[in-house]
């Protein structure tokens, strides 16, 4: 059996890999990082050191490497005769992946077995961003023919992987926890078998779980944290204010997630235990800055701060914490990212009403529109 996964960076060497890995796959890893495949395809291994309660090493040998971005004819091989495609790079880069999937689907023959298509990124439904971009890609005469030569599955995906050591050399620190759910519908009675994932018959109440309570509840330490002028993630939750911050954003999200999903509130209280207690392991070395990044795609329509947000307020529940978060994240100023000297930008030329509508994604006479007008306001006059 065959992995090609797209991405290897800290998900893809320290998740998506290693469990492709220990299912017995034979993983081949493609990223427009030339020195990082260099050094990959150099060595046939490398290995996941776990901190936290009972942590080991794990190794993940055997894998391969080719450049995505100089090698064409290289990862069309690799593609040919791939069971398995997954991705570990961002959602707004699942548009560079999909003309490579789709190449590789025309090279497929029809009596091939499906490829298998998961992206496993930190969106609700990410496959069917990556498939939306290949159909588009295809065009309508052409598509039908090769999605019948694939299995597209949504996914959720939690681990922390903080930014790694400069002398870590292709070895990668994670905390101990992870979980990968699957969607397990569209591989009818055949989903690949990949012990350490859980596939599951409806995904919307892990990934919205998930999304809306680690995403939510780290983001906003990360933010609330940044405010207050910590570094580490560890130190900003053991904080009493931004811990309370972080705590009634979540009480938010929980009120949510019980009204909609089948979560019971003592469990949904265990899951936010859980969570902060990841979030403070102190042997990880996770920063502010890491888990704040890109404040934008944040803050996007269906992310973890104005997807729940807008639901709740459309139930008429409170929001308070929420556009607390909200405030924080417009006023993350970190120079070395892109999307926050963006948001910047943003706050200083147009008016909040048009950040709300076009950055948020909220339409004019929402429920949540005049919530966030203010918690933008405040944002643009603290920034
Ligand atoms: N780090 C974490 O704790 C977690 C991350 N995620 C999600 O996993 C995804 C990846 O995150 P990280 O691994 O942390 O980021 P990362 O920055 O460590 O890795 C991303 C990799 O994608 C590569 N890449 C960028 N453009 C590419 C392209 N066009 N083709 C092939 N490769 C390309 C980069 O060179 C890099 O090696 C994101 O969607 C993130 O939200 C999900 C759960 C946990
Ligand atoms: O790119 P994003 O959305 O910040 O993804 C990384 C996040 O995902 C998490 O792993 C949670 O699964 C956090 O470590 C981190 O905040």
């Not at 992946?97 to 490829?115: K, N």
């Given at each position: 059996?065959?992995?090609?996964?797209?991405g290897?960076?800290n998900i893809?060497?320290?998740?998506?890999?290693?469990?492709?890995?220990?299912?017995?796959?034979?993983?081949v890893?493609?990223?427009?990082?030339?020195?990082?495949?260099?050094?990959l395809a150099a060595?046939?291994?490398?290995?996941?050191?776990?901190?936290?309660?009972?942590?080991?090493?794990?190794?993940?040998d055997?894998?391969?490497?080719?450049?995505?971005?100089?090698?064409?004819?290289?990862?069309?091989?690799?593609?040919?005769d791939a069971?398995?495609?997954?991705?570990?790079?961002?959602?707004?880069?699942?548009?560079?992946?999909?003309p490579?999937?789709?190449?590789a689907?025309r090279?497929?023959g029809a009596?091939?077995?499906?490829?298998?298509?998961?992206?496993?990124?930190?969106?609700?439904?990410?496959?069917?961003?990556l498939?939306?971009?290949?159909?588009?890609l295809?065009g309508?005469?052409?598509?039908?023919?090769?999605?019948?030569r694939?299995?597209?599955a949504n996914?959720?995906?939690?681990?922390i992987?903080?930014?790694?050591a400069?002398d870590?050399?292709?070895?990668v620190?994670?905390?101990?926890?992870?979980e990968?759910?699957?969607?397990?519908?569209?591989?009818?009675?055949t989903?690949?078998v990949?012990?350490?994932?859980?596939f599951?018959?409806?995904?919307?109440?892990?990934i919205?779980?998930?999304?809306?309570?680690?995403?939510?509840?780290?983001?906003?330490?990360a933010?609330?944290?940044?405010?207050?002028?910590?570094?580490?993630?560890?130190?900003?939750?053991?904080?009493?204010?931004?811990?309370?911050?972080?705590e009634?954003?979540?009480?938010?999200?929980?009120?949510?997630i019980?009204?909609?999903?089948?979560f019971t509130e003592?469990?949904?209280?265990?899951?936010r235990?859980?969570?902060?207690e990841?979030?403070?392991?102190?042997?990880?070395?996770?920063t502010?800055?890491?888990?704040?990044r890109?404040?934008?795609?944040k803050?996007?329509?269906?992310?973890?701060f104005?997807?729940?947000?807008?639901?709740?307020?459309?139930?008429?529940?409170?929001v308070?914490g929420?556009?607390?978060a909200?405030?924080?994240?417009?006023?993350?100023?970190?120079?070395?990212?892109p999307?926050?000297?963006e948001?910047?930008?943003?706050?200083?030329?147009?008016?909040?009403?048009?950040?709300?509508?076009e950055?948020?994604?909220?339409?004019?006479?929402?429920?949540?529109?005049?919530?966030?007008?203010?918690?933008?306001?405040?944002?643009?006059?603290?920034?």
């Amino acid at each position: 059996m065959k992995a090609v996964h797209f991405g290897a960076g800290n998900i893809g060497r320290g998740f998506v890999g290693l469990l492709l890995h220990d299912a017995g796959y034979e993983v081949v890893f493609a990223d427009v990082n030339g020195a990082l495949i260099d050094e990959l395809a150099a060595s046939d291994r490398y290995t996941v050191h776990e901190v936290g309660v009972g942590a080991r090493d794990r190794v993940v040998d055997g894998c391969r490497a080719v450049n995505s971005a100089t090698d064409a004819a290289g990862l069309a091989r690799e593609l040919a005769d791939a069971d398995v495609v997954t991705t570990a790079v961002g959602p707004n880069v699942l548009k560079f992946i999909a003309p490579h999937v789709v190449e590789a689907l025309r090279a497929r023959g029809a009596d091939a077995p499906p490829l298998a298509v998961m992206a496993c990124e930190n969106a609700i439904n990410a496959t069917d961003l990556l498939r939306d971009e290949m159909a588009a890609l295809s065009g309508a005469d052409e598509w039908p023919r090769l999605a019948a030569r694939a299995v597209f599955a949504n996914t959720a995906v939690d681990r922390i992987v903080p930014a790694q050591a400069a002398d870590a050399g292709l070895d990668v620190t994670v905390e101990t926890f992870f979980e990968w759910a699957i969607e397990r519908s569209p591989f009818g009675d055949t989903p690949p078998v990949i012990a350490d994932a859980h596939f599951v018959d409806d995904l919307a109440p892990y990934i919205e779980r998930k999304l809306f309570t680690v995403n939510t509840g780290h983001a906003a330490t990360a933010y609330f944290g940044f405010l207050a002028g910590h570094t580490r993630i560890s130190d900003a939750l053991a904080d009493p204010v931004v811990e309370g911050a972080v705590e009634r954003a979540l009480g938010e999200t929980s009120a949510l997630i019980i009204a909609k999903h089948a979560f019971t509130e003592a469990e949904q209280t265990a899951y936010r235990f859980t969570i902060l207690e990841r979030f403070r392991n102190p042997d990880l070395p996770d920063t502010v800055e890491r888990v704040g990044r890109q404040p934008r795609r944040k803050l996007g329509r269906n992310e973890r701060f104005i997807g729940p947000a807008a639901e709740l307020a459309e139930r008429g529940r409170p929001v308070d914490g929420l556009l607390a978060a909200i405030t924080a994240a417009l006023r993350f100023d970190v120079p070395a990212d892109p999307e926050s000297v963006e948001l910047g930008h943003a706050l200083r030329t147009r008016g909040p009403v048009q950040i709300v509508h076009e950055v948020m994604g909220i339409a004019p006479g929402h429920p949540l529109e005049d919530g966030l007008v203010e918690a933008v306001a405040a944002a643009a006059s603290a920034r």
